[in-house]
């Protein structure tokens, strides 16, 4: 086992980004089936955000330094892994340790990376669209024919979503928070587009739709949107949770979380099958923990699907780490698009 001391920003407290992070030394302890990537950039996800809150459950004790995924060369291999990786680029899922000079990586839990590959291109194939091709073509199975609603449409892992699902031949609706992002989503491949902040979408979609009804909901939203949803679905339709972002609105802690799940409701497993619906539930860090082969091998498909032109990123902004503070203000306002990228040096 190696022990090794690096710099990093430490979540010290729940609240605001510019009174909880603090760049300070950390120490790191690597075993014998793992690797030290030294970072040169790590991505954000709304995720961050619920951790930086206090309302992500699977986050560390305080202090801690979270982040799910970084790019950089890795500087030390374990006794386990070939000396021949030293020096090479990956692109890497840390399960947290991310917003770090230098983050400790299981041995599945990388692929290797060419040059022509930029640090933001690579950090939004990483954990968003790694998401996105999971619930799509691993967990379900998209396919023509099929009716789709990707719930914040224009974030990371909705972009995703909404290039894999219309490769597939799907009709894809995409739900926003802002016209701004109208156009982005169009790109990616939404043949219909609606604002829940100016349209009840779930009116919208029904309008959309006539006689047809939902076949997929990707929704990382939970609360009131949980019932619209499934009212939306049809036979053998599958609502599939990926986040509960509407929490983090919340301001008054446990009655917050509460009146969260008051609004999604009980679901009876007796009603889902007599209506022929599922409900499934994703999330990422239980997969890495559990399956980690799972991962790496669909991080290894959409780096594929990146280098045959098949799916195209979107980074909106690259924030020096100084910034980081504005980078989760930028995140947690609702109005990025794509992929928000943090790098250690403007080399």
């Not at 075993?31 to 950039?41: D, H, K, M, R, T």
């Not at 802690?253 to 499934?280: E, H, T, V, Y």
Request: hydrophobic content about 40%.
């Amino acid at each position: 086992m190696g022990s090794f001391k690096s710099e990093g920003f430490v979540l010290t407290a729940f609240g605001k980004p510019e009174e909880t992070f603090h760049l300070k030394e950390i120490n790191l302890k690597m075993n014998a089936g793992q690797v030290l990537v030294e970072v040169s950039a790590f991505g954000l996800n709304y995720a961050d955000v619920m951790a930086r809150i206090g309302k992500y459950r699977e986050t560390p004790p305080l202090p801690t330094t979270i982040g799910y995924e970084v790019v950089g060369k890795i500087s030390a291999v374990g006794a386990e892994i070939s000396s021949d990786f030293i020096g090479k680029r990956v692109l890497a899922f840390s399960q947290f340790g991310g917003y770090a000079k230098h983050a400790v990586i299981e041995k599945d839990a990388f692929v290797l990376i060419d040059e022509t590959v930029s640090d933001a291109d690579a950090l939004a194939l990483c954990t968003q669209y790694v998401t996105a091709y999971y619930m799509s073509f691993y967990q379900s199975i998209v396919r023509k024919h099929d009716v789709v609603l990707v719930h914040a449409a224009a974030g990371g892992v909705g972009t995703g979503l909404l290039q894999l699902c219309k490769a597939q031949g799907a009709t894809v609706i995409a739900k926003i928070g802002d016209d701004r992002k109208s156009s982005l989503v169009k790109q990616m491949g939404a043949d219909f587009v609606v604002n829940y902040k100016t349209t009840d979408y779930e009116t919208a979609v029904k309008q959309f739709l006539g006689e047809r009804r939902l076949t997929f909901s990707f929704n990382p939203v939970g609360g009131t949107t949980f019932k619209k949803d499934m009212r939306l679905l049809g036979a053998s339709g599958k609502l599939v949770l990926f986040g509960g972002s509407e929490l983090s609105d919340g301001k008054y802690g446990i009655l917050s979380q509460l009146n969260f799940l008051r609004k999604m409701g009980i679901s009876i497993p007796a009603f889902l099958m007599m209506q022929s619906k599922s409900l499934l539930g994703v999330n990422m860090l239980k997969i890495a923990l559990e399956y980690p082969h799972v991962l790496k091998e669909c991080m290894e498909r959409v780096q594929e699907l990146f280098r045959d032109g098949s799916l195209k990123t979107f980074v909106d902004k690259i924030y020096p780490a100084e910034q980081l503070s504005e980078a989760h203000r930028y995140l947690e306002s609702g109005k990025s698009m794509g992929k928000l990228v943090v790098k250690w040096s403007n080399d």
